[in-house]
């Protein structure tokens, strides 16, 4: 590096599934920092091994971020370099660097970004779908009760959204989805950068068949179409929006009645209209 500064922590992005997608500056920092903090040793190891650098490395995971952050603290305190790298991608973001990154600003301590891959931005990129205002959500809850309120959160949502999911929770966060948002439009990509990469775009309920017969493998993002902007000109579009908020409220324990004066609020849709469509079983889809 050009210049030497003690007692940094450096945030240093590695490749996401690709090695040769690390940058030279990435490169240089690993080479030139006093140790490395690695959420899996043994995945950061085989990135060593492959550029040949030689680094004491430094086990930092959710389980023992509390007590191996501090002593990373106190290594950086007293004048050594540390890079901060992850499994895969930007670390700090949906890993437990966020935790050390927010433990070295309250102690004062330089930060320095080296910015490389990220999953979230790239799976974006390739969806096809509003990439001007998107919100980054990363790995739903596991717990129901915490989904379904996550969820709720993100019913008017208009911007596009972003999901982090495991192979083994793709199909059940699938039908959540179309459960609660309806049959949008999405883009589900998985392995990006390596051999098997692969995007692909339809609808909700076109995942849900696909992903029922074949068995999902990799690590997935998923792009889902934000809620469409009400046209005032167009009551039709208006009761179809109304009406899937509604549906959503009461899949999720409201009453009808209570379901149908939220979503007439949130919506400005008549409360009559919407009321009468719901109870007749005529809502649109």
């Known amino acids: 590096m050009s210049e030497i500064i003690k007692g940094v922590l450096y945030l240093t992005a590695t490749p996401i599934g690709n090695l040769s997608d690390i940058s030279a500056r990435a490169l240089e920092t690993l080479n030139s920092v006093d140790f490395i903090a690695a959420e899996d040793t043994r995945i950061t190891r085989k990135l060593l091994e492959h550029y040949k650098i030689k680094k004491p490395l430094l086990s930092y995971y959710h389980h023992n971020s509390r007590s191996s952050g501090e002593k990373i ?6 004048g050594e370099n540390c890079a901060l790298v992850t499994d895969a991608g930007m670390p700090g973001i949906s890993d437990p660097g966020e935790d050390l990154v927010r433990l070295c600003a309250d102690n004062d301590i330089q930060m320095i970004v080296i910015p490389g891959p990220c999953a979230a931005i790239s799976a974006l990129a390739l969806s096809g779908l509003p990439s001007g205002r ?12 915490k989904r379904k309120q996550r969820f709720d959160e993100l019913i008017n949502e208009k911007r596009t959204m972003i999901f982090y999911e495991a192979p083994h929770k793709l199909l059940r966060t699938l039908k959540d989805m179309f459960n ?8 589900v990509s998985r392995e990006m950068t390596k051999i098997y990469e692969e995007t692909i775009r339809m609808t909700l309920s076109g995942f849900i068949d696909l992903y029922n017969e074949k068995i999902p493998k990799g690590e997935f993002v998923i792009i889902l179409e934000g809620v469409a902007e009400s046209d005032d000109n167009d009551p039709d579009s208006l009761l179809k ?20 004066k939220k979503a007439a609020e949130e919506t400005g849709c008549s409360r009559n209209v919407l009321y009468k469509m719901i109870i007749s079983n005529q809502s649109l889809p």
Not at 73 to 78: A, E, K
Not at 138 to 143: E, I, R, T, Y
Request: glycine share 8%; charged share 20%; aromatic share 10%.
């Open 241 to 260: 929006t109304a009406s899937s908020i509604a549906l959503s409220y009461i899949e999720n324990g409201m009453t009808g009645r209570d379901a149908v």
């Open 134 to 145: 998107f919100v980054f959500e990363g790995f739903l809850p596991v717990d129901k009760k």
């Open 180 to 187: 609660v948002f309806g049959d949008r439009s999405a883009s």
């Open 73 to 78: 603290l106190s290594r950086i305190i007293n």
